[in-house]
Each structure stands twice: as C-alpha cells, then as structure tokens.
Nanobody
Framework: QVQPVESGGGSVQAGGSLRLSCTAP????????VGWSRQAAGKQREWVSS???????TYADSLGGRFTISKDRPKDTVYLQMNSLKPEDTAMYYC????????????WGQGTQVTVYS
C-alpha cells in the first residue's frame, strides 16, 4: 500500500506562492493517479487537482489557473505549485494516491496546512 506524505505548507502573504510536495515509494508509477484536495475550517473537503500516470493533469474550475500539478518520477514525488495565493486558499491540503487495479480506492496523507493572510 502506498502511503503519501505531504510537505511544503506554511503561512504566506496574499499574492505569494508555495510549492507542496507529496512523496511515497511507488507514488508516481504504481498508482492510477495522484491528487490534491483541501479542507478549510468549517467546510467540506474539496478536490483541487489530479495527475495521471500518463502525466495528464486536471484542475478544479475554481482555481483560475493559479495552481499547477507536476511530478518527478525518479523521486516518486508529486508537486502542487500554488501561485497568487488568496486568503480563501487557506486550508489543510491533502495528497491522495488512487490505487490499482480498481482506480476507485485511495489512500490519503496526513495533510499540510496552508495559511494565506492579507
């Protein structure tokens, strides 16, 4: 079983950038895909972005092109580059690995906190 671990969160002023990392053995090659979701205080967890084994990325419509997802296959790491951050991006960000062979079950990381202040 793949167990993703996130890092890279922190506090940043509005308009700034952060790059989140998600790492696990086999993360980029032995999964159906890797995704990021976030959960703000008092809100439901929402999907942010995913990347398939092929490298094809998808994003939530609400991001407005501010985030990009990528991967480093030798490092078994998936990144989420977050630019032009807004206070409404404040949330706990979670990485998930979608498992083979069904591609319907996922394993979640512990999360990394992102706080954006004005």
């Amino acid at each position: 079983q793949v167990q993703p671990v996130e890092s890279g969160g922190g506090s940043v002023q509005a308009g700034g950038s952060l790059r989140l990392s998600c790492t696990a053995p086999g993360l980029t090659s032995n999964t159906c895909g890797v995704g990021w979701s976030r959960q703000a205080a008092g809100k439901q967890r929402e999907w942010v972005s995913s990347i398939r084994t092929t490298g094809a990325p998808t994003y939530a419509d609400s991001l407005g092109g501010r985030f990009t997802i990528s991967k480093d296959r030798p490092k078994d790491t998936v990144y989420l580059q977050m630019n032009s951050l807004k206070p409404e991006d404040t949330a706990m960000y979670y990485c998930k690995a979608t498992l083979l062979p069904s591609c319907t079950s996922s394993v979640w990381g512990q999360g990394t906190q992102v706080t954006v202040y004005s």
